[in-house]
């Protein structure tokens, strides 16, 4: 079974504010990397993915990747309470298996 | 484009009835998963094809649980009989190929009592 951990929170942040959500992984072989939002009673829904170390941004989102730690972040800049929600980290194993972590819940105070 | 696509979107059963999902994903997207998640955790995968075959299971429970994806397009997921643990929203996800980005359907939401 390969794990996917996330820190389950709840994480608050005030609004305006950087908020960082962190995933490690134990799958070396893992090779693509993603984080979905899941707004309560909905599905999950894509916010990015990310294949190689370093950082990726989009908007106000960047994903920091690590492959040597086998860490994966999230950072929200200018945090808005429509941000408020559960982030999943998801990472696609060496053996080309699709798991998700457990999810950090979000909250941003306005 | 349409998203993939799940129905029912609601279904209660009692416990020790049999329940089928369907899943129709994006067209042309070869990988399909389905995803087990009860309330406050995350996805659990339960069964990943790529077109037809099978490319993980591990976390299927086999006695109780079947899924097929015929032809390598629509998909079920099938149930009998059913337990109360089984009680949870059960997602369905397509990707183009294995290692890019996966889309969720809307989800059905089983309540076994």
């Known amino acids: 079974q390969k794990e996917v951990e996330q820190n389950s929170g709840p994480l608050s942040v005030p609004e305006g504010a950087i908020a960082s959500l962190n995933c490690t992984y134990s799958?070396?072989?893992?090779?693509?990397f993603f984080w979905y939002r899941q707004y309560s009673g909905k599905s999950p829904e894509l916010i990015m993915s990310?294949?190689?170390?370093g950082d990726k941004e989009d908007g106000r989102f960047t994903a920091q990747l690590n492959k040597a730690s086998q860490y994966v972040s999230l950072l929200i800049r200018d945090s808005q309470p429509s941000d408020s929600a559960t982030y999943l980290c998801a990472v696609l194993g060496g053996g080309n298996q699709f798991y998700f972590g457990t999810g950090t819940s979000l909250t941003v105070i306005p | 484009e349409a998203g993939v696509a799940q129905s029912p979107r609601y279904k209660i059963i009692e416990k020790r009835q049999s329940v089928a999902f369907w899943c129709n994903p994006i067209?042309?997207?070869?990988?399909l998963y389905w995803y087990q998640q009860i309330l406050g955790q995350g996805p659990k995968l339960l069964i990943q094809?790529?077109?037809?075959?099978?490319?993980?299971d591990s976390q299927l429970p086999k006695d109780r649980f079947s899924a097929e994806r015929l032809k390598g397009v629509d998909s079920t997921l099938k149930i009998q009989p059913a337990k109360l643990e089984d009680s949870a929203v059960y997602l369905c996800?397509?990707?183009?190929?294995?290692?890019?980005?996966?889309?969720f359907g809307q989800g059905t939401r089983l309540t076994v009592v």
């Open positions: 990310i294949y190689s170390n």
């Open positions: 094809f790529q077109n037809n075959g099978v490319v993980d």
């Open positions: 799958d070396r072989g893992s090779q693509s």
């Open positions: 996800a397509s990707s183009f190929m294995v290692g890019t980005e996966a889309f």
């Open positions: 067209s042309g997207h070869a990988t």
